[in-house]
Structure formats: structure tokens, C-alpha cells
């Protein structure tokens, strides 16, 4: 929801011949928003069986024709393509499963290689959204450098053993600032709470959304 309203908010939807580009773009539910006013999608996914439940979403059920899927990881992919130069830069709820210091060379590559738009003075919309060091999985399992945790001791939410990394607002909005040169931003914090296996579970996520540009 929080995407969808900063579509329409900053009038996205008025955008012609846009391109959009999505990491972690799962079976193509945020990019379908952006193909129905008529951008070009691009979406990069890990995981095979999303990255069919996309293509199948986009050309069986949908019929969208300006669409590209990935079946890649997403730090490869920024690294080895350029130029795509996108006007829309899609970062939603997957940077907490890689470390501090592989986002950082993610944002470096995706400036260098022309991953959004760069050209004439011009500048991209971003979306990002990344888990808060307030949600319930902080901390529960072993730590590691630069604050990241491998969840052995969590047994609710479905991520035993995965490497949880999250983010204090100032640090993420320092972040981006130093490697997109982040600007016109705001920030959310997003909080739920969850029942699994009766036991409640807070879910606490950063929004943060704004304007990039290589300069």
C-alpha cells in the first residue's frame, strides 16, 4: 500500500515512456501497478518459480508486452548490465537478507553501470523499503560483522538460519544519500503485528522514498 500511494503522490502514473526497474521483483505484483500506464518493466528475481509465476502473470494473464524478468541475483545483475537507465528504481523488503557491505557495492554498481536515469542533469524515482533494527528478529542468533545476525534462534517467522540485516533510519537515509545521492526523500516506519503459531510476532520495516541522480 505505502507503494501505491507514493505512485499516485508523486503522480507516476503521468510519467511517458518510463522504464522501471525492480530488485527483487517476486511474481511481478508491484511492476503490474506501472504496466497499466504503459512503462516498460524490468524485474530481477532469485527465486525460479517467482521469476515463472511473473512472466506466466505478465503475458498469460495480464497481456502486458513491455516486460523483461531475470532469473538472477540481484547483486550479479548490477554488476554485469549498464545502461538500462531507468526512470523508476524498485528496492522493496530484500536488502535485510544480504549484509550492509554488499548493499552498499549493490548502489555502487547500479550508479556506475546506468542501472536508473542518469542522463542530461536528470534524475530517478526510488523506493526502498528494509527492515528496522526494532523488528522482533534483531538480534535472535548469532551476530556477524556490521550488524547482521543469522536467525538459529528464531523459530517463528518462517527465516530460521537466514542472515538478517537491519537498518536504524539515519544510517539506511546515509546510506543513499552517500552512494545515489539521495534527495527529496521521506521516511516511513511501517509496524504490524503478527500471530505464528499463537505466538505475536512485530514486524517493523523503513520506507524510504525520493529522487537519485549520479551528480
Not at 10 to 39: C, D, I, M, P, R
Not at 93 to 103: L, P, S
Not at 197 to 202: A, D, E, F, H, S
Request: glycine share 6%; proline share 0%; charged share 25%.
Amino acid at each position: 500500500m505505502e507503494l501505491v500511494r507514493w505512485f499516485f503522490k508523486n503522480k507516476l502514473n503521468t510519467l511517458k515512456n518510463a522504464k522501471v526497474l525492480e530488485f527483487a521483483s517476486h511474481n511481478g505484483n508491484n511492476l503490474s501497478l506501472f504496466a497499466n500506464y504503459g512503462y516498460e518493466c524490468i524485474g530481477v528475481e532469485l527465486s525460479k518459480q517467482n521469476h515463472e509465476n511473473a512472466i506466466y502473470n505478465f503475458k498469460e494473464i495480464m497481456h502486458y508486452q513491455k516486460a523483461s524478468f531475470f532469473n538472477e541475483n540481484m547483486l550479479d545483475f548490477a554488476k554485469n548490465h549498464q545502461n538500462i537507465n531507468a526512470d523508476v528504481f524498485l528496492i522493496p523488503n530484500v536488502i535485510n537478507y544480504i549484509t550492509k557491505d554488499e548493499f552498499k557495492t549493490l548502489l555502487q554498481n547500479a550508479k556506475q553501470n546506468n542501472l536508473y536515469q542518469v542522463s542530461g542533469g536528470g534524475y530517478a524515482h526510488f523506493f526502498l523499503r528494509a527492515r528496522s533494527t526494532k523488528d522482533h528478529r534483531y538480534g535472535l542468533g548469532k551476530r556477524l560483522e556490521n550488524g547482521s545476525f543469522i536467525l538459529n534462534y528464531d523459530e517463528f517467522s518462517g527465516e530460521k538460519d537466514c542472515l538478517c540485516t537491519a537498518y536504524q533510519e539515519y544510517e539506511l537515509v546515509e546510506i543513499l544519500k552517500e552512494y545515489l545521492n539521495l534527495y527529496d526523500f521521506e521516511v516511513i516506519t511501517s509496524e504490524n503485528i503478527n500471530i505464528k503459531n499463537k505466538v505475536y510476532i512485530k514486524d517493523s520495516d523503513i520506507i524510504i522514498y525520493g529522487k537519485i541522480t549520479k551528480e
